[in-house]
């Protein structure tokens, strides 16, 4: 068993190396992933594509993560709720120890995320699992009322930086609609494109939400200034 565990550290930190030695800005690890059968719920119903049996995980890093929200991911659900958490399966080659990301609920926009519907920055997620195993993350967000097709997702906080942790996913179970936000000059198209362009095939993205019927008076969406005034100076 401690031959066992060294092997895994020795594995980890190698990965962790070769990350930071790597400047494309595209890193996929390859599996299979370790993890549960599917995440606690906190507040309401767990609307979930994957199918648990993860074999890679993607991230974004260097010039692929740039503000407001290039480089994140999103995945696609249906009918109108109040999205009372948004869920995501991570796993690390590092101590991604005070990295945060910003959690995001997007309206639907002829098959890709549009405008927000809200937006939590600055979230740290927690301790992140260290590949292969994967941990699951829930994020509350409150009053989030959608429409009849939505999106959920997040943009990891490391722009310039090696990727902090990656998002699991699933190359052959029933399928979502995984998309990620590409960022201009990297030779792929720029915005919102299906994951398989820059990652390859792809059938979902551990990323998820918990849904509960909607009571409360629909969610302004924000504008794209609102949400570039987080990241702007003082």
């Not at 260097?62 to 480089?71: A, C, M, R, T």
């Not at 990301?101 to 309206?107: A, L, Q, R, S």
Request: one cysteine or more.
């Amino acid at each position: 068993m401690i031959v066992r565990a060294i092997l895994a550290v020795s594995l980890v930190a190698a990965l962790a190396l070769e990350s930071a030695a790597n400047r494309d800005p595209v890193v996929s690890l390859q599996g299979p992933l370790v993890s549960r059968a599917l995440p606690d719920t906190v507040c309401g119903t767990l609307l979930w594509n994957a199918d648990q049996s993860f074999e890679t995980a993607y991230g974004w890093q260097y010039e692929g993560v740039v503000p407001p929200y290039y480089g994140a991911f999103a995945e696609s659900y249906h009918g109108e709720w109040e999205v009372c958490a948004a869920v995501f399966g991570f796993t690390t080659t590092y101590d991604p120890t005070g990295k945060v990301m910003d959690v995001y609920v997007w309206g639907d926009a002829s098959g890709v995320p549009g405008n927000v519907l809200c937006a939590v920055p600055g979230v740290d997620p927690g301790p992140v699992a260290q590949w292969p195993f994967v941990s699951f993350h829930e994020v509350r967000l409150s009053g989030c009322c959608t429409g009849t097709d939505w999106w959920v997702g997040y943009w990891g906080a490391w722009p310039g930086e090696v990727a902090w942790w990656f998002t699991a996913a699933d190359e052959d179970g029933p399928g979502g609609d995984p998309k990620t936000n590409i960022a201009p000059g990297l030779g792929y198209p720029t915005g919102w494109q299906d994951v398989m362009i820059p990652f390859g095939p792809t059938q979902a993205l551990a990323i998820g939400a918990e849904v509960i019927p909607c009571t409360a008076i629909p969610v302004q969406e924000s504008s794209w200034g609102r949400i570039k005034s987080i990241y702007q100076s003082p």
